[in-house]
């Protein structure tokens, strides 16, 4: 392959990745048009289209079958959902939406782009335009701070015998996991790091580095801060900001990057700008099948998820109830992590995924239990301090 059209190709992830991971997919057509943008022919685009399997790109797979569903779930009418659209929203409609209308009978009525000031208002009118919303469960629970916005969740149609129970939450569930991981460069060091100390160890494992910003709405990596500090995996949370703001004071003469969008990281890795950084795992898997040396860290990292809330007094709330149970049965997660780079929360889908495929999720055995959950909960209630103390940090 060029170099000319490996540029390119970076480039092109570089826009795949410049969202959050629930909204940065491109469908096909999206990729072959970006090509076309940046001189690429509309042929050579399409050809990349299946050379690489991508999380972005619609390709052929063979799903897990469903073939039936537990009585409880079938019913009639409808349930309207809202998701982020784009490539994942078209692989929840195949892997979700589609199997559900045709083995339970209930219609689904799809929409785009979950809002926090909506839902608000659409709970507070009465007036519905969805009955269940992917989130993130920051916002939710920010949510319910301010009035009674979202159903609990009743959780006995779920196979909650195969669902760990940190992701079944009184207001949401959690779904679509992702890991945010340190990657770094194996031809920068003669032995590769393995640890957030040695993120921080720039003495033994020289080289810039790129950390996430608590800006944009982000948050900054205080947990992998923590850890480089000396501070035990399992007694990250709740986090000591004094101690975690200290550590990053530390590490930040040698970041030359802090990143604020997904497609950073990996770029900068794969332009050999940086040696090490943290970044969301889908991320690093794309710049990976683009031909960049990285590698990832997985122990010890942070596994995230967004999550799957029931606006309360939905119209159409048990139906939106039974939609959930069946998103989280194995096959239908399974089917999901086929088509893209995330994980499932139910433990029977790892049966039902090729070993090359698992190799790629973070709720892989492989490597879930290195991994520690993200605790939205403290998040949650932490942002305003978070800001302030990151605004100080960033301009000192």
Known sequence: MSDARLRIINRLFALMSS???HVADFTRR???GAAAKLGLTTAAATQMTSMFALPALAQEVTLPEITSVPDALKGSGEV????YGGALQEAQRRAYLQPFTELTGIRVIESEGPDSAKIRAMVDTGNYEYDLCEFEGASVLNLQTKGDYFEEFDYSLFDT????EHYLKKHYFLMLP???????RPDAFDTPPASAQDLWDTENFPGPRSLQSGGGGLSPDLEIALMAAGVPPSEVYPIDMDKAFASLEKIKPDVVRWWEAGAIPAQ????????????WNGRVDAA???GAPIEIIWRNQLLRNDCWAILKNAPNRENALKLSAFMSMAAPQARLSSLISYGFINDGAEALLPAERLKMLPTSSEYIDELIPYDDVWWSQSYDELSSRWARFILS
Request: proline share 8%; aromatic share 12%; glycine share 0%.
């Open 19 to 21: 969202q959050p991971p």
């Open 30 to 32: 999206q990729f072959i």
């Open 80 to 83: 309207r959902y809202c998701s």
């Open 161 to 164: 015998a195969n669902i760990p």
């Open 178 to 184: 992702y890991a945010q991981i340190i990657a770094f």
């Open 268 to 279: 900068l890795l794969s332009d050999d700008e940086v040696v090490m950084a943290t970044a």
């Open 288 to 290: 990976q099948r683009a």
